[in-house]
């Protein structure tokens, strides 16, 4: 048996165990600075590799163990003409290879991480020891995980290491690197900022979609948590993220059951509606479609504009704020009397967490931080046959200008209330149309095939509250119906982006009726 080890652990978790465990089963340590450094420390033989390899490590230790006496004796096969190679240059076999790799995860993960610290988080040598042991499994046993040394060392004692045992733990070190470079060229790809950042390609952006969209996709993500069930209970599901210590939606849960793949859902939509408002902002979304948004002068004053555009369709909800949740806001749930499966905002002070312990433990609570948003992150979904990829859509694009194109222009109350509308309208589901008042919702019509039913949809939960209010739809009107619709029921302003055929019949409609109509020139489409 070649009793020769290597040893070179970012990760120090057992190595000392190993290391008693293996010497006395009469092998040799062979390790790199810290990794011997631990050993010796624990009273164990170790021999350094610049002592085998003849070379010191070198630039600040990015180059200790890339050597052909460390390789040669890794990688050598059973064969006699491998055997006369490594004897023609004294170099021995390596029977076990014990490796685990610079945190580039975890240090990615820190807050204002630069990418020049990032940078030097990208294991070189630790990579290539476990690809090379990994490789050479039929000889080789490699170790990339602490948790496997016991089960190493009890196949030692009984005997030795099984084919079968060897196979798997080089599987499970193919796994580990593959993952590891995921990671690495999803950071880099995504443009870390200065030298090597997407910004700085030579192909612009809106040259060629791989300036922003990979030719090679690849995800790294592990499993976070278990759920229930998926959308219905026969469906299985489970939530997976980048950071393995990462909470739902990289926040924490503060209380109440474990979210369910619906909740993930909902809280997502609701968030990412209210994180749009610059101000003070509250969403309530229902099976993924917002029923009121509004803001104010803070989140508590705004609970219950949201509310009161859908009271109806709110109930069993999910409640987003952009700003932490405090003793008012919760005044302001408790005075609405309203059952809400959740609520999603960057903190909970003492006295909110405290209300909602006593008074809607059921209630879950998701706690978000004031860290970094994912902005610029692409958005994947499935199909039959693969994914397809978009960039997340943000707003408005830069390009984008507003152009009254009836001939009564807004007032100044109207041209508000059609900002916030329009910000409202792109978190509805397409065909998507909100009516709108003074930085609240009063009517929502979403995901209906047809513009002008939604029209109608939005009218009809408005009632009285449509009469002065003003209207955003997500898409152009192809026909003048929708306008029309609008009017009857009491709308005074729309926004829209245009670009139809019938754009003249439209504006035309408009004037008739004595409606301001603006057009974005962008559209935000929602599946």
């Known amino acids: 048996m070649n009793k020769r080890a290597i040893l070179s652990v970012h990760d120090k978790s057992g190595l000392v165990e190993l290391g008693r465990g293996l010497v006395e089963l009469g092998w040799e340590l062979v390790a790199s600075g810290g990794t011997a450094a631990a050993l010796r420390g624990a009273g164990l033989p170790v021999c350094d590799v610049a002592e085998i390899t003849g070379a010191p490590e070198m630039l600040g230790g990015r180059v200790k163990t890339l050597h052909p006496a460390v390789h040669g004796g890794i990688l050598a096969r059973d064969l006699p003409e491998d055997a006369a190679d490594l004897a023609a240059h004294g170099i021995a076999p390596v029977g076990l290879v014990a490796c685990n790799l610079y945190p580039f995860s975890e240090t990615i993960a820190r807050p204002g991480v630069t990418l020049a610290e990032a940078v030097e988080q990208i294991d070189i040598g630790g990579v290539a020891l476990l690809r090379a042991a990994a490789k050479n499994f039929a000889r080789v046993t490699v170790l990339c995980d602490p948790a496997d040394y016991g089960a190493a060392l009890e196949a030692l004692r009984a005997g030795g290491i099984e084919d079968s045992l060897r196979y798997a733990l080089a ?4 796994a580990h690197t593959s993952d590891y470079d995921t990671a690495i060229a999803a950071f880099l790809s995504r443009g870390a900022g200065g030298q090597g950042s997407r910004g700085a390609h030579p192909i612009s952006e809106s040259a060629s979609s791989d300036a922003v969209l990979p030719r090679q996709l690849a995800l790294n993500l592990v499993k976070v948590q278990r759920l229930r069930y998926g959308e219905n209970p026969h469906q299985a599901a489970a939530l997976y993220a980048t950071d393995a210590a990462a909470g739902p939606l990289g926040g924490r849960l503060l209380q109440g059951k474990e979210l369910s793949y619906n909740n993930l859902l909902d809280l997502d939509a609701a968030w990412r509606a209210a994180a749009a408002f610059e101000r003070p902002a509250v969403v309530i979304v229902k099976h993924l479609s917002p029923c009121g948004l509004a803001v104010g002068d803070s989140v508590a004053a705004a609970f219950p504009a949201a509310l009161a555009s859908d009271p109806v369709s709110a109930f069993g909800g999910v409640i987003a704020a952009n700003r932490p949740v405090d003793g008012a806001f919760v005044a302001a749930l408790a005075a609405a009397d309203l059952f809400v499966e959740a609520v999603i905002a960057p903190a ?39 994914v397809i990829a978009q960039t997340r859509d943000e707003g408005d694009p830069p390009a984008a200008e507003w152009r009254i194109v009836s001939r009564r222009a807004p007032t100044e109350q109207e041209s508000a209330a059609l900002r916030f509308a329009w910000v409202a309208c792109q978190h509805v589901k397409s065909n998507a149309i909100v009516l709108a008042g003074a930085g609240a919702t009063v009517g929502i019509g979403g995901g209906l095939p047809s513009r002008v039913d939604a029209v109608k949809l939005a009218a009809a939960k408005a009632g ?9 739809s997500d898409a152009f009107f192809p026909f003048p119906d929708g306008v029309e619709a609008a009017a009857e029921a009491g709308v005074t302003a729309v926004v829209e982006p245009g670009g139809s055929v019938r ?20 559209r935000h489409f929602r599946h």
């Open 171 to 174: 599987v499970k070190a193919f």
């Open 348 to 386: 909970f002070d003492d006295e909110a967490a405290a209300w909602f312990a006593a008074h809607k433990k059921s209630c879950r609570l998701v706690a978000l931080g004031e860290g970094e948003n994912d902005a610029g992150l692409i958005e994947l979904r499935s199909i039959r046959g693969g």
């Open 464 to 472: 009285e509250r449509a009469r002065a209010a003003v209207m955003a």
């Open 503 to 522: 754009d003249d019949e439209v504006i035309a409609a408009a004037d008739r009726l004595g409606l301001a109509l603006v057009f974005t020139a962008a």
